[in-house]
């Protein structure tokens, strides 16, 4: 059964550019085809979002192959040929990789379960090679589109406004879920698809892990408060991160606080085109050596995102890429110390030819409730 596409988010032009960008890539690797089982790298390349999908992109033609749960779903979404089979390997990729006559067919090591590999190792001729190609698609989605960017700015400014709408009812007595829960639901009243990923909310000294799960711990008067939001809206994503305090800071958080911000923005101030990545994290932990507190910072100071939260370049210690306008990174220094508390201030950030374009512009001052 094959359906055709009525209509695609990005139009049939983005999605053009995007594969023949893929197939110079292909061609400099001597693939003939390449098999894309992500489901961010099939969504970047064809449109289709649904959960079983695998496509096939070569010289001649790009191929979707799904389920017949899919079947309308894709020929609305899918800016390409649609193939709806039972078996996605013996009546999709096989038979079409035996029609086109490839040898040497590049797939995703990181993305392509084992046992579909072994599926299709055992299924094609011995004459055909399953190549190893790991990040082709994560190359292209690094730099992104004057339509990507517009879209992620829409995340950014509706994780804004509902972190500004929550925080301004923030008191003692809530527990960390309840505001958690309370961000989501903004999110999604202001046309987020949901969040990016599970909303932190930390209080006290929970602040000092990083990735702290919003608990049922009560929030108290006096606590720091870290707040780590982001939006998912049409597919793209945004992260921000902002500190709060319910009454007055105990002066050891607000000198973190201090000297978190002045490593954030020396941190921007190093973003450009053309930058090292590796410079823009000795930024950030050059002002936090100053002030003795480099060993209590942990992460990297910022990843890519996009599709996905987390996506190139990596912004850390040793990282040789350049950054190039039109990527969209996050910059994100922080400080943990288990005994008092932690502070991150996190902003996403657009490269561009003169410096950074920060999209989640707001106030970064230590909010005092």
Known sequence: MTARRSSSPAGSQEFEIRRTRLLESLAAQKLDAFIVSGSANIRYLVGFTGSAGIALVGADATALFTDPRYAAQAAEQAACRVRVVRRLVENGLVPAIRRAGWKRIGFEPARLSFAMFEQLRGSLPRSVRLMPAPGLVEELRAVKSPWEIERI??????????????????????????????????????????????????????????????????????????????????????????????????????????????????????????????????????????????????????????????????????????LRAGMVITIEPGVYLPEIGGVRIEDTVLVAAGGAEVLTNSSKQLLVI
Do not use: N
């Open 153 to 322: 700015g829409r995340a950014a400014t509706t994780a804004l406004e509902a972190y500004s709408r929550v925080s301004a009812a923030l008191r003692p007595g809530l527990r960390e879920s309840d505001v958690a829960a309370e961000l989501d639901y903004q999110m999604r009243r202001l046309g987020a698809e949901g969040p990016a990923f599970d909303t932190i909310v930390a209080s006290g000294r929970r602040t000092a892990w990083p990735h702290a799960d919003a608990s049922p711990k009560l929030i108290s008067p006096g606590e720091p408060i870290l707040i780590d939001l982001g939006a998912r809206q049409d597919g793209y994503t945004s992260d921000l991160t902002r500190m709060a305090v319910l009454g007055r800071p105990g002066r050891r958080i607000a000198a973190l606080h201090r000297a978190v911000l002045e490593a954030q923005m020396a941190a921007l101030e190093a973003v450009r085109e053309g930058a090292a990545a590796s410079a823009v994290d000795r930024a950030a932990r050059r002002v936090l050596r100053r002030h003795g507190l480099d060993r209590h910072f942990v992460h990297s100071t910022g990843h890519g995102l996009g599709l996905e939260i987390h996506e190139l370049p990596r912004l850390g210690a040793g990282e040789s890429r350049r």
